[in-house]
């Protein structure tokens, strides 16, 4: 095992907590060059919308990673923001946090995910673009991606997706 999946696999990666807030709007504005000011914020006070997690390794936060719910399939989420604190990058720290949340996502119960982003990157989960083609949404096109949590969640499925009040930032910051 190389040095760098090594510290991957010895970071801690759970469910974020209150105390977690300013670890993250660091994250998000050294991520997103100044669009990441409190990127997240508006969905974070809306808990019932959100699952968010961090990845901590010896008690910092060095990434955080968000799955809002949306309106459209049956237990649908969106994945976004994902970003990694610029020292920690390309040490598998983003794949384990994106893999721990999706496995956490399918035991809760959720069936779909969206994401918008590097089809070379989200492919390694199993993102595909043409389950996200039959999506009505302004995020459509190559990049925009899902997956299915739960075998044929998406199967026969076309229609709007409808972002929570709050998300518009986060569009926005992604698709820059
Ligand atoms: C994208 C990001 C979250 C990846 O996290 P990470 O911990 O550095 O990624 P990992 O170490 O798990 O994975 C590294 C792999 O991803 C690839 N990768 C990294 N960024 C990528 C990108 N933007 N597009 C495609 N592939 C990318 C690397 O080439 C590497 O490939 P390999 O595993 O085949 O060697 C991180 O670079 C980041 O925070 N970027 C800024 C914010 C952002 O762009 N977020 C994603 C859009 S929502």
Redesign the pocket.
């Known amino acids: 095992m190389s040095e760098?999946r090594g510290i991957?696999s010895r970071a801690i990666y759970r469910r974020s907590a209150g105390s977690d807030q300013e670890a993250i709007r660091s994250?998000e504005a050294l991520?997103?060059r100044g669009a990441g000011d409190g990127l997240s914020e508006k969905i974070l006070e809306a808990p019932d919308r959100a699952l968010s997690f961090v990845a901590e390794i010896g008690g910092l936060v060095a990434?955080h990673l968000l799955l809002t719910r949306i309106e459209g399939p049956d237990r649908a989420l969106a994945?976004?923001?994902?970003?990694?604190?610029?020292d920690?990058?390309?040490?598998?720290?983003?794949?384990?946090?994106?893999r721990h949340a999706l496995a956490s996502a399918r035991d809760d119960g959720w069936k779909a995910v969206f994401?918008?982003?590097?089809p070379?990157?989200y492919c390694?989960f199993g993102f595909k673009s043409h389950l996200a083609d039959p999506a009505d949404t302004p995020f459509q096109g190559p990049r925009f991606l899902a997956l299915e949590l739960a075998p044929g969640a998406l199967s026969g499925w076309s229609g709007p997706l409808n972002f929570p009040e709050g998300y518009r930032a986060i569009s926005d910051a992604?698709r820059r």
């Open positions: 760098s991957a994250i991520s997103y990434g994945l976004a923001p994902l970003a990694i604190l610029p920690w990058r390309d040490m598998q720290i983003g794949t384990s946090l994106v994401a918008y982003g590097q070379d990157y390694r992604i």
